[in-house]
Structure formats: C-alpha cells, structure tokens
Nanobody
Framework: QVQVVESGGGLVQVGGSLRLSCEAS????????MGWYRQAPGKQRELVAT???????KYADSVKGRFTISRDNAKNTVNLQMNSLKPEDTAVYYC?????????????WGQGTQVTVSS
C-alpha cells in the first residue's frame, strides 16, 4: 500500500510561479513512477508530468518549457515547479504514485490541491 500527500498550490497571477510537492509513504519500493495530473471543472483528469524511478520525464505539450518535474528517490518526494502560469492552468492538481505488482498497475492518488491563476 502506498499513500501520497501533496502540498503547495494556491492563488497566483498570470505569469507567476508555484511549486507543488508530493511525498509518498508506505511500500515505496514498488513505485515505478510518480507524477502530477490535473482536473479543471467540467473536464477530464489529464496528465501534466511524470517521472520514473530512473528519471525519465514526460510532459503534456501544454506545459512543456514552463513546468519542471523533479524527484528525490531517497526522500520519496516529487516536485513540480510551475512557471509562466496561465489561466488555463487553473485546476485541481493530483499527485500520483504508480506501481506494478504481478503485472497489474496500481495507482495511488493524493487528495488534490487547488491551483488558481488569475488574470
């Protein structure tokens, strides 16, 4: 079992920056990748950025060049540095820890943290 807890988020003006952090606990040795997803009102949850244990990163096209994901395997944390924020970045951001046991993928989600970008 894996648990994740997010911190960060809040209200920021267009062009500003925010940093989200997420810490995993429990059986962290089974985690393959951690990342961030977001869900805006009326929309489906979408991938923002992920990073594997080996450091391979993946970003949504909409955030490339503006967001940076980083991971500290020793501390079981993942951070998302968000720069040049736009109103369309407004959403609830969820931390995800993905693991695979016996060929089955398991996703563990945080409670979500609100990011609001005002124009």
């Amino acid at each position: 079992q894996v648990q994740v807890v997010e911190s960060g988020g809040g209200l920021v003006q267009v062009g500003g920056s925010l940093r989200l952090s997420c810490e995993a606990s429990g059986i962290v040795s089974i985690i393959n990748a951690m990342g961030w997803y977001r869900q805006a009102p009326g929309k489906q949850r979408e991938l923002v950025a992920t990073i594997t244990t080996g450091g391979v990163q993946k970003y949504a096209d909409s955030v490339k060049g503006r967001f940076t994901i980083s991971r500290d395997n020793a501390k079981n944390t993942v951070n998302l540095q968000m720069n040049s924020l736009k109103p369309e970045d407004t959403a609830v951001y969820y931390c995800n820890a993905a693991s695979r046991v016996g060929g089955i993928r398991y996703d563990n989600w945080g409670q979500g943290t609100q990011v609001t970008v005002s124009s």
